[in-house]
């Protein structure tokens, strides 16, 4: 029998009241945070901008060709912590674009042939539109650009039926319509489809309303926010969190972005195809360069083969299985106690000796290289950092130390053309034995001594007189220590093409390395994620890009590993990646059918190579995306505007 329980009037009152309570606090809260750029108090017109002045911010808007315009808000308190300069945009080469300028009492027009952005003046609203008039994109008019707590975004508005593409490397599906997301590249794992952060970030996204896009690049390293109009707090759901958001919220019709620090600089991209858009993107930031051919062949890779003839004893089954392979990689345990630029003289004793014989049978070998250099002082590459003063320190001036493989650890401070140099000429050691790729691992920067997992955001990167705190510069770190990869090929082998593959970046980082989408797992979910994570990596500027082939956590099946076979011999980065203790990856150790289907597989790869090295030139020429979803060829068709398994 059931028993019902009668609620008091106040009983139910307070019931009731409780949640739509909470919600108030969370609205008041969250929305009190954000204070909206007021009226515009001056203004003055340049050759191709105009720039306003309200109470507290300046706004620069140029014109930088005739579909690209900059925006740029920045505080006029001069207590504002310094910000780092841009580590992802370069000198597109753009030629200066033919301005119209219009002013009134509310609002000054800035026109090209191909884009007019239209600025109100009270309160200071931004729009853009298209040369027939038609609204491409608008500040929210009851919030538009302003200032939060933490740092500074921006409200625009949006329709119901507009998709979101890009954000880099990012969980789930690919129309990011509706989700909310923050930036700050993290090692974590394992990851599922409702994960935030990943290993790289990139704020650049592109909006499709169903017939034209357009997209908006923020230019910042730092942490950065993003809510496609996620839906609001709902105080009748029965999950009440209370913990402050990562980002603001918004109303209905409003999406928002923005990032720590003082200062919002952001490239508005007019379109009006997604092809224009990814294309002028990767003109604002730079283009892959081509690699060598090699680099797009198959890639075998586990933590760890070790000693070296565990290595020799897979490039001969490869051989005798008949199955086509261009590279081994070597994993940390070839070092000399996880020490960088080191080799192991147990387990590779003559490393010079293994690769030249692996070489001969046709095998490259590309080498883990971790950032975190081991505080010994017998260590001939930390006392040369100490002496060098070419490590990130503490606000007091020491060295700031964290723990990773080898122990306690020293950050090199790749923001330092010096550290740069010396980073890139202790390569020297792997060159010399014939290593030909680099890989980058560990480098978001990973940091197992902090609940964050990285580095303290008050650590200083920076000369004196120039410090700038980790908060702003995070982000980059990828790129910056890829980028000292780049040199160490330039300085030790000058005419040979570089391959870098790294773990994490943000905007740019296509300039430097490729990228694959981190410590995925065997789960076959993780099989169908790869599509629109690679997807969305491409139309954010990274064309050369992978995912583990059979998941790197935990065990795969032989059929798992053989249809994930499948599907990565049709992607840029073809590498077979697993764990440390877990089942074999590689083809010839599956078992029949699995062995000869991906062999079949991996020689159709082969086959198809003259069309997709066509196709990475293609995309270093005028950064076309190699691999795209099905609405970047036909826009037309809706049902391709979610798609994501294809």
């Known amino acids: 029998m059931t028993t019902m329980r009668r609620v008091s009037g106040a009983g139910l009152e307070s019931w009731l009241c409780l949640p ?38 300046r706004i620069d808007i140029q014109a930088l060709s005739a579909s690209v315009v900059r925006v740029r808000m920045v505080s006029l308190d001069e207590e504002s912590p310094r910000l780092p300069r841009s580590f992802a945009v370069v000198d597109p080469g753009w030629p200066k674009p033919a301005v119209a300028q219009e002013d009134s009492p509310d609002y000054a ?22 040369p027939d008039g038609t609204l491409v994109a ?16 921006c409200y625009k508005t949006f329709a119901p039926s507009d998709h979101f593409y890009g954000f880099g490397e990012r969980a789930g599906l690919l129309d990011k319509h509706g989700a909310a997301m923050t930036l700050w590249n993290t090692d974590v794992n394992p990851h599922t489809s409702g994960t935030d952060s990943l290993y790289a970030s990139i704020p650049f996204f592109i909006s499709f309303s169903g017939e034209s896009a357009y997209g908006i690049y923020m230019d910042t390293a730092a942490r950065s926010t993003f809510n496609m109009g996620k839906p609001e707090f709902m105080p009748w759901t029965s999950d009440f969190d209370l913990r402050p958001l990562p980002y603001p919220e918004t109303s209905p019709g409003e999406y928002w972005f923005g990032t720590d620090g003082r200062c919002l600089d952001y490239y508005f991209f007019a379109g009006p195809g997604i092809p224009d858009v990814v294309r002028a993107y990767s003109d604002l930031t730079g283009r892959m360069q081509l690699p060598p051919l090699w680099a797009l062949g198959y890639h075998q890779c586990r933590f760890s083969y070790c000693p070296e003839s565990q290595v020799l004893e897979v490039a001969q089954a490869m051989r005798k299985a008949d199955i086509p392979c261009d590279a081994i990689y070597l994993d940390i345990d070839y070092m000399d106690g996880f020490r960088v630029f080191t080799f192991n003289p147990r387990h590779f004793p003559d490393p010079a000796r293994l690769i030249s014989s692996l070489s001969r049978d046709g095998f490259k070998v590309v080498t883990i290289v971790d950032p975190g250099v081991k505080t010994d002082s017998r260590y001939r590459i930390y006392r040369q950092g100490q002496r060098k003063r070419v490590f990130i320190r503490r606000p007091d001036g020491r060295v700031y130390k964290g723990r990773v493989w080898p122990g306690i650890v020293a950050y090199p401070d790749f923001t330092q053309p010096v550290s740069r ?16 790729g680099i890989w980058n691992d560990m480098n978001e920067p990973s940091n197992f001594a902090t609940t964050t997992g990285t580095l303290d955001e008050t650590a200083i990167h920076g000369e004196p007189g120039e410090e700038v705190e980790h908060a702003y510069v995070h982000n980059a770190y990828g790129n910056l220590m890829s980028q000292a990869t780049g040199e160490a090929f330039a300085r030790l082998l000058p005419g040979v093409r570089p391959f870098v593959i790294t773990r994490a970046g943000c905007g740019g980082i296509q300039r430097h390395a490729c990228v694959w989408t981190g410590d995925n797992s065997s789960w076959w979910e993780h099989l169908l994620m790869a599509i629109p994570m690679c997807c969305n990596m491409s139309l954010s500027g990274v064309s050369f890009v992978g995912a583990d082939v059979g998941g790197f956590m935990d065990n795969a099946h032989p059929e798992l590993v053989t249809r994930w076979t499948q599907f990565g011999s049709f992607v840029p980065l073809f590498r077979s990646h697993s764990m440390i203790r877990s089942t074999p990856h590689e083809p010839y150790a599956l078992g029949e059918p699995y062995t000869s289907i991906c062999r079949d597989f991996i020689k159709l790869r082969y086959r198809l190579l003259p069309y997709l090295y066509t196709l990475m030139r293609q995309c270093s020429h005028d950064g076309t995306p190699v691999m795209r979803p099905m609405v970047y060829d036909f826009p037309d068709d809706p049902a391709t505007h979610a798609m994501y398994d294809q």
Do not use: Q
């Not at 606090?25 to 306003?52: E, I, K, Q, Y």
């Not at 800035?110 to 539109?129: D, G, M, Q, W, Y």
């Open 20 to 57: 739509y309570l909470l919600c108030l606090w969370r609205l008041v809260v969250l929305h009190r945070s954000f204070t909206p750029l007021g009226s515009c108090s001056s203004f003055d017109w340049s050759m191709n901008g105009v720039a306003f002045t309200t109470s507290s911010s």
């Open 109 to 130: 027009r800035l026109s090209t042939p191909n884009i007019a952005v239209e600025v109100h003046k009270h309160p200071l609203r931004v729009s853009f539109l298209r």
């Open 138 to 153: 608008a500040d929210s008019p009851a919030r538009g650009m302003g200032w939060t707590e933490r740092g500074a975004g």
């Open 421 to 436: 140099t010396w980073w890139a000429d202790n390569h020297a050691v792997l060159f010399d034995a014939g290593v030909r």
